[in-house]
């Protein structure tokens, strides 16, 4: 029997799929730690982003701060909360959270402060003021780049729970981890594809949350989409992400 056979065959084996150690469970496991580390991040990140980003001071020394967090490498990350806290969930909730702020953070401030001024002028003339300004203009505008920074952060949290594995937690990362402890390669590759199958429904879905966020009239129109050049096209996909 051919290796891809062999993942195949653990896959269609019913004791992989009920108990405390089957697929159902491990991925309830990890949606609900991603989905809760990925819930504190927002919490966190959001309100300094977008106060920054509407005040227009301190946005340079959130951006940086949270680009050292990038920097960072995850598993560095969880060895130093398993040596302030041990191991267990906690460590990896820690470092899952300290890895899904910064690009909220960043995605935040700057989709703020990328709303027109002339906009901003117009909604002030009509009789606006401060949190009238925020809630009706600005977020609504900043909105898009708000998503696209939580889609980035929910992508990177769900890949990267896989780690939590390491330190005794549960989740998908525990085929890889037995698997590769075992020396059962199918285990471990088929622990990889649930893994990449989940971030990538989870990039998906969150992508067409993110256009649904976005004002119609902000949205390019299809007859515009169709006249640009390919590469102008990849280039501007490549900004909004």
Do not use: C
């Not at 227009?56 to 959130?62: K, P, S």
């Not at 990267?160 to 998908?172: E, N, P, S």
Request: aromatic share 6%; glycine share 12%.
């Amino acid at each position: 029997m051919t290796f891809i056979g062999q993942v195949l065959q653990w896959f269609l084996d019913g004791a992989h799929w009920q108990g405390d150690g089957g697929i159902p469970h491990r991925l309830s496991e990890h949606i609900a730690m991603s989905g809760i580390s990925l819930l504190a991040a927002a919490v966190i990140a959001l309100p300094i982003g977008i106060i920054l980003g509407h005040v227009g001071r301190g946005g340079n020394l959130a951006i940086n701060i949270s680009n050292v967090g990038r920097a960072v490498p995850s598993f560095a990350l969880l060895v130093i909360a398993v040596e302030l806290v041990g191991i267990g969930a906690v460590p990896a909730f820690i470092a899952l959270v300290a890895l899904g702020i910064p690009p909220i953070v960043t995605n935040s401030y700057i989709g703020m402060r990328e709303v027109d001024a002339d906009v901003l002028e117009a909604a002030r003339g009509m009789g606006m003021r401060g949190r009238m300004v925020l809630s009706r203009v600005e977020l609504p505008i900043a909105l898009p780049f708000i998503m696209a920074g939580i889609r980035t952060s929910a992508v990177n949290i769900v890949a990267t729970a896989t780690l939590a594995a390491l330190v005794a937690w549960g989740g998908l990362g525990r085929f890889i981890v037995d698997g590769l402890g075992q020396q059962d390669y199918p285990m471990l590759y088929a622990g990889a594809i649930l893994v990449a199958i989940l971030s990538l429904i989870v990039e998906f879905t969150l992508a067409g949350v993110q256009r649904m966020a976005t004002p119609a009239g902000l949205r390019p129109s299809k007859a515009i989409q169709k006249e640009e050049p390919l590469g102008t096209a990849l280039d501007t996909a490549g900004v909004a992400a």
